[in-house]
């Protein structure tokens, strides 16, 4: 199934371009301003994007076609388990990343040299912290994209991208900002791991953080986390966007 968004990665939603940011590692006297790969747009037209028609999807008898109608589901403790991972669902995954995008303030303290994010990224995301095609029986060694036997990514103004005979990779970057409160900034991003020539598809929103400032990136996926009530700042109502700054 095409994406209606973006057809080079099906299902995704849409990558949001801008030049690289400047340069900072905060420091914890002063506000870190969040730095947005991409205008506000989509934050402007939240309501439209949440309310709009999205392909018909079946869950637990139920058809749904759009964001509202999926949280009805959620809030009533629909299984989702068997929907969650198809790329038929991967047209509701911005239902899920708009609402947290929606949380992003000013952090005190920034982890991120936001000019060489992208390949930070590359080289020191533990990819073991959310699962992936790469597996659990890579060799214990190997759990970074710089650890394994890749092309050399392309790297682009929001993130980058890996391309293989087989598989198409790439991270496409939102924006850095405090998304959970703790006045740290974190990176919010889509995670992309598509086979080609297979049904493994992958096309989620993430959270990054350090686990120790200069150390490894470890991820958080956002649905999963929603839908089993774990993510401790997803918002009361999804439905709405109340902008911090």
């Not at 392909?55 to 388990?81: H, M, Q, R, W």
């Not at 073991?128 to 597996?135: D, E, K, L, R, V």
């Given at each position: 199934?095409?994406?209606?968004?973006h057809?080079k990665?099906?299902g995704?939603?849409?990558?949001?371009?801008?030049?690289?940011?400047?340069?900072?590692?905060?420091?914890?006297?002063?506000?870190?301003?969040?730095?947005?790969?991409?205008?506000?747009?989509r934050l402007?037209?939240?309501?439209?994007?949440m309310?709009?028609?999205?392909?018909?999807?079946?869950i637990?008898?139920?058809?749904?076609?759009?964001?509202?109608?999926?949280?009805?589901?959620?809030?009533?403790?629909?299984?989702?388990?068997?929907?969650?991972?198809?790329?038929?669902?991967?047209?509701?995954?911005?239902?899920?990343?708009l609402?947290?995008?929606?949380l992003?303030?000013s952090?005190h303290?920034?982890?991120?040299?936001?000019?060489?994010?992208?390949?930070d990224?590359?080289?020191?995301f533990?990819?073991?912290?959310?699962?992936?095609?790469?597996?659990?029986?890579?060799?214990?060694?190997?759990?970074?994209?710089?650890?394994?036997?890749?092309?050399?990514?392309?790297?682009?103004?929001?993130?980058?991208e890996?391309e293989?005979?087989?598989?198409?990779?790439?991270?496409?970057?939102?924006?850095?900002?405090?998304?959970?409160?703790?006045?740290?900034?974190?990176?919010?991003?889509?995670?992309?791991?598509?086979?080609?020539?297979?049904?493994?598809?992958?096309?989620?929103?993430?959270?990054?953080?350090h686990?120790t400032?200069?150390g490894?990136?470890r991820?958080?996926?956002?649905?999963?986390?929603?839908?089993?009530?774990?993510?401790?700042?997803?918002?009361?109502?999804?439905?709405?966007?109340n902008?911090?700054?």
């Amino acid at each position: 199934m095409e994406s209606r968004r973006h057809p080079k990665t099906v299902g995704i939603a849409p990558a949001l371009l801008l030049g690289a940011v400047s340069s900072s590692v905060a420091v914890a006297s002063e506000l870190q301003p969040i730095h947005w790969f991409g205008d506000t747009s989509r934050l402007v037209d939240f309501d439209a994007i949440m309310a709009e028609e999205r392909y018909a999807v079946d869950i637990d008898g139920v058809t749904i076609k759009s964001c509202a109608e999926l949280f009805a589901l959620v809030d009533e403790g629909a299984d989702l388990s068997l929907t969650y991972g198809t790329k038929s669902f991967s047209d509701y995954h911005e239902c899920f990343e708009l609402p947290v995008l929606c949380l992003a303030q000013s952090a005190h303290e920034s982890p991120w040299a936001a000019d060489r994010l992208a390949r930070d990224i590359f080289e020191r995301f533990d990819l073991g912290s959310i699962g992936s095609s790469f597996g659990p029986r890579r060799p214990a060694d190997s759990y970074r994209y710089s650890d394994f036997d890749l092309p050399p990514p392309l790297f682009l103004n929001d993130g980058f991208e890996i391309e293989t005979k087989d598989w198409f990779y790439a991270i496409h970057l939102v924006a850095i900002a405090d998304f959970d409160g703790d006045h740290v900034a974190d990176v919010l991003a889509w995670f992309i791991d598509h086979a080609k020539h297979a049904s493994y598809f992958d096309a989620s929103p993430v959270i990054l953080s350090h686990e120790t400032m200069g150390g490894d990136i470890r991820g958080l996926r956002i649905i999963p986390n929603v839908l089993d009530g774990t993510l401790s700042f997803w918002p009361d109502d999804p439905m709405t966007c109340n902008r911090a700054n």
